[in-house]
């Protein structure tokens, strides 16, 4: 058989070369075995932001590093519209899984993703969201770790420290966790004897205006997971203080920065739960089958200097259970 010219078959081997390239482009085959892992982190908000640094910090680890994985970050605003570009984008990447932080993207991505499995973290209740039927049986291609905590706890330690009649409530009508605890505070009301006035935050300047406004209309504020309401909590909580109303919620870090009382899911926690899943799922195990993940690292929290500036004191029941900041 004649020996081709090295020139020519140099020639050759880059056309073949190239052709593959292009058939595997136009057939959608990846051109390396790298996965990719999309994340949207809603409005880089610094506690989704933490989730999601715990959850790489466990994939590495696990033998995902950057080699193996990449990952697709998207910090869209919280609007329905940012948020499904996002997710539509994710899918055109070829991400194999999507994971969301917060209840706001992650009942979107359920309506939005449609052939690719979703996990979430940080999400209050997953159940009453719809995003699957039961923790132990998700019943849909979504799983993750769920960062809800007894509301009924916190309002009865709140009550302990100080016996309330009026607690307002900042909420953002549309995202389906934030209208939960609100639904759940009205009924806590009604337990412990306490009247609920609710304002609803379309954004963050609304938020901060009608948190002054609150305040001074009520004994306690209670600071539901919005969005909108997480992004301006510490100027709120700065008015509350200066209206001398008490704090309270269920957002992690609010204590530190003022708040007098918390009930919070561990956000580290949060991050190597889903992050669990997220191995087991790249690894071949299929995201229906894995039950929702509940948190176990959970601190009632409060501030000393809260207490004093309110001139409160905390009752030893309540010290006893606490972390006091």
Known sequence: MPTLPRSVSRTLSFVFLF??????TLMGTPASAQEILAAIVTADLPRYQEVHESMVKVLQAGGFGEDKLKIFKQSPNADKMSLTNSLRRAEAAGATLVITYGSQATSLAKESLKDTPLLFADVYDPVSLGVVKTLAAPGSDASGATSKTDLGLLVEALVAIKPVKTVGVLYTK???????QLAEIKEHGKTFGFKVAAENAR????????????SGET???FLTESISVSLQASAIITSA?????IVFSQIPGLVEQGALIGLEADLDEQGKLVA????QAMQGKQVHLL?????KKISLKTSKGAAAELSLT????????AKLM
């Open 219 to 221: 004994d306690a504020l």
């Open 19 to 24: 052709a593959g390239i292009i058939i595997s």
């Open 291 to 295: 039950p929702v993940r509940e948190a």
């Open 241 to 245: 203080q200066a209206n001398k109303c």
């Open 203 to 214: 954004n963050p300047k609304e938020a901060q205006a009608l948190g002054k406004k609150l």
């Open 276 to 279: 669990v899943h997220a191995l």
């Open 174 to 180: 549309g995202e389906k966790g934030s209208e939960q």
């Open 314 to 321: 905390i009752p030893a029941e309540v010290a006893s259970k």
